[in-house]
């Protein structure tokens, strides 16, 4: 029993980078589950990856101009995302194309531009920093950050949930009484790209997306209204960097792949466990009702 | 007929790609009447609602919505456009009814909770309040829709083939509904394609095919000439389409 408490609490009392690390994923959990949940109702699951990788560019140029510095970093990599986002956004709406193809189109030409960038000015260990984070390296100033993202994302999806999930339902509906769906689709993309920086300080642009989909896709199969999903994404993403973590301080693993494969095990635990159309319930004779 | 239209088109044309879907319409739908637009496929039926609707560029002539505002009016559109997998329960559907009284940030009140369920009563489907709508039937999520519009309280309702896909007895229950805000002189006009219905429960009818070829009292509009009219007037989406001559007064 002692050993387990041991096992379980002890690398946190002991070691203050690994207190900051979990307070990152704590931060992180909250603000990315909800994000990630509505990324995935309005069919966008794959355009959070996208944005993800449209992130690297402004990294880079933000690291080039001035090292390490977070700010420099996050502020490029905000400003990229967001721009990648908006490029795409116009391209849809002012052509016949479709979405997914637009935003693929840009977050390519934004990913090899990030590379080109990194290998002609930096080195390559810079490159793997970017693409791969490292969460144990978290600073007071990254912690702030992170925190003052979360608090933002969740206040904001606050004011804007009900026509948010309007738009996502019945976009028509919001049209007829004269709501302006664009302005709360925008204000999104920017909590998903604010996100994704967070999550890059921490894990990685390559992982960064990961804590926000994995979660989502599995709270799909616990809860049937979109509070309730994000209430269950929001825990298996911060139980998931708990978990992540201790992983990867008993046994030596990278923390980020050891974060986001935790939250592929509760995505495929989900699936034959699930409450809600898991493999198990569905598979399972049981008795029919009479009506 | 009376000279007190809800909404009057003045040589109205939509256009998608220079192609008119509505061409040269004129006319006016009374305050208060209850009409039927009837026409072949691609006549520019809907396009119709979603011009007065505003979802689409008048291309030339005008829409005058009279005294009504845009917030004055309900819109169903055709079903394929709402994701019915979406999880959210049926009286929050219901409840979005009232989104003219809370807006973004209003609280919603007991009262106005009470009055989504009376709506959903008036559709027979008070049992299913907490229901999510990924498990109704394409005519309980119909109900659902028109539970909606009882609580958006609109002096104009436009209905895009509500009943198309829908058994008899629920289009029965529904055209009650209908009846029901015709009764309250509010103004109702729906996209339709079963002839009988038309003739059974609008007083009035648009046959249209792009431009108008008869409008008025229903008996006189669906007669076997017009609805031949219309017929071979649909045909034609000519690629190589002369420019209209016809210009605009």
């Not at chain 1, 804007?160 to 664009?182: N, W």
């Not at chain 2, 496929?41 to 609602?49: I, M, V």
């Not at chain 2, 959210?88 to 409840?95: F, G, N």
Request: net charge neutral; with cysteine.
């Amino acid at each position: 029993m002692n050993l387990l408490l041991e096992w379980l609490v002890a690398p946190f009392v002991e070691f203050s980078f690994m207190r900051r690390a979990l307070v990152a994923c704590l931060a992180l959990g909250l603000g990315c589950g909800p994000v990630g949940v509505l990324l995935m109702l309005r069919r966008m699951s794959l355009m959070g990856d996208a944005l993800s990788h449209a992130v690297l560019p402004g990294a880079a140029i933000g690291f080039l101009i001035a090292g390490f510095s977070l700010t420099a970093m996050s502020l490029g990599g905000f400003v990229a995302g967001l721009t990648v986002a908006l490029l795409a956004g116009l391209v849809t709406r002012f052509t016949e194309q479709r979405e997914d193809a637009s935003f693929a189109a840009f977050y390519l030409i934004s990913l090899a531009l990030g590379v080109l960038i990194v290998s002609i000015r930096g080195s390559s260990v810079d490159l793997l920093h970017v693409l791969f984070g490292t969460i144990l390296a978290v600073d007071d100033a990254s912690l702030l950050l992170v925190a003052s993202i979360a608090s933002v994302t969740l206040l904001t999806l606050a004011l804007i949930y009900r026509p948010l999930i309007v738009e996502c339902f019945d976009s028509g509906f919001l049209q007829s009484v004269q709501a302006r769906g664009t302005v709360y689709h925008l204000l999104f993309l920017i909590l998903v790209v604010l996100n994704l920086v967070a999550g890059f300080q921490a894990l990685g642009t390559l992982m960064a997306v990961g804590l926000m989909m994995l979660p989502a896709a599995a709270a799909r199969f616990w809860a049937q209204e979109v509070w309730s999903m994000a209430a269950v994404a929001a825990t298996i993403a911060v139980l998931s960097g708990y978990i992540g973590l201790l992983l990867s301080y008993h046994h030596d693993l990278p923390s980020g792949p050891a974060i986001i494969l935790t939250a592929g095990m509760a995505y495929l635990l989900s699936i034959v466990l699930g409450a809600q159309d898991g493999l198990l319930v569905r598979f399972l004779p049981r008795p029919h009702l009479q009506a | 007929m009376t000279m007190n239209p809800a909404i009057r088109l003045d040589d109205l044309t939509v256009c998608y790609n220079r192609h008119p879907a509505v061409h040269h319409l004129s006319g006016a739908f009374n305050h208060g009447s209850l009409t039927a637009i009837v026409g072949p496929n691609g006549a520019g039926k809907s396009t119709l609602l979603k011009a007065i609707m505003g979802l689409l560029p008048v291309t030339t002539g005008r829409i005058d919505p009279a005294v009504l505002t845009p917030t004055d009016i309900a819109y169903l559109p055709q079903q394929a456009q709402i994701d019915r997998q979406f999880p959210i329960t049926v009286l929050d559907v219901v409840l979005l009814g009232h989104w003219q009284r809370i807006g973004v940030l209003g609280a919603m009140t007991s009262a106005l909770k009470t009055q989504a369920i009376e709506a959903l009563a008036a559709v027979e489907l008070v049992d299913f309040q907490r229901r999510p709508i990924r498990t109704l039937s394409a005519g309980q999520f119909q109900r659902v829709l028109f539970a909606r519009m009882l609580l958006q309280d609109a002096r104009l309702i436009l209905l895009d083939e509500p009943f198309t896909a829908i058994d008899a007895r629920t289009t029965a229950d529904l055209i009650t509904v209908v009846r029901a805000w015709h009764d309250q002189q509010r103004t109702v006009i729906a996209v339709l394609h079963d002839l009988d219905q038309v003739r059974a429960h609008f007083p009035e009818t648009l046959l249209m095919a792009r431009s108008r070829i008869a409008w008025g009292q229903t008996a006189q509009v669906l007669t076997a000439e017009h609805l031949q009219q219309a017929r071979e007037m649909a045909e034609a989406w000519d690629e190589q389409a002369r420019l209209c001559a016809v210009q605009a007064p």
